[in-house]
């Protein structure tokens, strides 16, 4: 690398966290923060660096103030949410229901954070499972707690022992920006590993993709800036099954839309 090319686009992950650490990996009493690599792998296979940007607990001996999330959104030039545990339904306004899973609070309250505050900076946000679902509810929206449970749907979209070999197809809206990510792939097939969905969109988002169902599968921020969330997990779609809608052109309309908003501040 010459002294002369740009520094490459860096890109954050916020981790998914584990506070009950199985006795045989050792970490006794500590709480993990971690990215599944297949995130980012998908992010440098395209050149990329990566960094995960790790939640501040409250009692923790860094206090949130030292490191503050304008600070972190000054520092990248985009942020990805990882897939994970259910949001907490107290945080679009309702109720846990009984087909609720585990939650974790501090996650929730970071990643709203962090999301609302690259949107304000014109930052791109890419939401993957969880992180989709994240998205629509830092906009105000709401999401089924379980497909099944509330009666949305009876297609199959989590099948536990399959994991990421499940999946359904979806249509593509004619004439969305998905689409031109796209063109030419109205209908594709996706993995599914997820319960819960979208149900009331948060404000100034869009649903570009659905599947059979009805149930959206991905949404776009229609503002100025690129925020999108799909339901699905394109890490997983990782060329050993063709059939799967390529991951690569999502990713590569991210790291452009990166690329631009660092020109952009540059000018
Ligand atoms: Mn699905």
């Given at each position: 690398m010459t002294?002369?090319?740009?520094?490459?686009?860096?890109?954050?992950?916020?981790?998914?966290?584990l506070?009950?650490?199985?006795?045989?990996?050792?970490?006794?009493?500590?709480t993990?923060?971690?990215?599944?690599?297949?995130?980012?792998?998908?992010?440098?296979?395209?050149?990329a660096?990566?960094v995960?940007?790790p939640?501040?607990?409250?009692?923790?001996?860094?206090?949130?103030?030292?490191?503050?999330?304008?600070?972190?959104?000054?520092?990248?030039?985009?942020?990805?949410?990882?897939?994970?545990?259910?949001?907490?339904?107290?945080?679009?306004?309702?109720?846990?229901?009984?087909?609720?899973?585990?939650?974790?609070?501090?996650?929730?309250r970071f990643?709203?954070?962090l999301?609302?505050?690259?949107?304000?900076?014109?930052?791109?946000?890419l939401?993957?499972?969880?992180?989709?679902?994240?998205?629509?509810?830092?906009?105000?929206?709401?999401?089924?707690?379980?497909?099944?449970?509330?009666?949305?749907?009876?297609?199959?979209?989590?099948?536990?022992?399959?994991?990421?070999?499940?999946?359904?197809?979806?249509?593509?809206?004619?004439g969305?920006?998905?689409?031109?990510?796209?063109?030419?792939?109205?209908?594709?097939?996706?993995?599914?590993?997820?319960?819960?969905?979208?149900?009331?969109?948060?404000?100034?988002?869009?649903?570009?993709?659905?599947?059979?169902?009805?149930?959206i599968?991905?949404?776009?921020g229609?503002?100025e800036?690129?925020?999108v969330g799909?339901?699905?997990?394109?890490?997983?779609?990782?060329?050993?099954?063709?059939?799967?809608?390529?991951a690569?052109?999502l990713?590569r309309?991210?790291?452009?839309?990166?690329?631009?908003?660092?020109s952009?501040?540059?000018?």
């Amino acid at each position: 690398m010459t002294g002369n090319a740009p520094a490459r686009l860096l890109i954050g992950v916020s981790p998914r966290i584990l506070r009950q650490v199985p006795v045989e990996l050792g970490f006794r009493g500590k709480t993990l923060q971690y990215l599944e690599q297949s995130v980012a792998h998908w992010v440098m296979s395209l050149g990329a660096i990566v960094v995960m940007v790790p939640t501040v607990e409250r009692d923790s001996l860094i206090r949130p103030s030292d490191v503050d999330v304008p600070d972190i959104v000054q520092s990248l030039d985009g942020l990805i949410l990882q897939g994970g545990a259910d949001i907490d339904p107290r945080t679009y306004g309702e109720v846990a229901s009984h087909a609720i899973g585990p939650v974790d609070g501090l996650r929730d309250r970071f990643e709203l954070t962090l999301v609302r505050a690259f949107a304000a900076a014109g930052k791109p946000v890419l939401g993957l499972c969880r992180g989709h679902q994240l998205i629509n509810v830092a906009f105000g929206g709401t999401l089924w707690q379980d497909l099944k449970f509330d009666g949305v749907t009876d297609a199959c979209h989590v099948r536990a022992e399959a994991y990421d070999e499940h999946s359904h197809t979806l249509s593509i809206g004619a004439g969305t920006w998905l689409a031109s990510v796209y063109p030419g792939v109205a209908e594709a097939r996706v993995n599914s590993i997820h319960h819960q969905a979208i149900k009331r969109l948060g404000d100034g988002l869009v649903a570009e993709a659905w599947s059979s169902d009805g149930v959206i599968e991905a949404v776009r921020g229609h503002g100025e800036g690129f925020i999108v969330g799909v339901q699905w997990h394109p890490e997983f779609h990782d060329g050993r099954d063709p059939g799967l809608l390529a991951a690569d052109p999502l990713m590569r309309a991210f790291l452009e839309a990166a690329a631009a908003r660092r020109s952009a501040a540059a000018l």
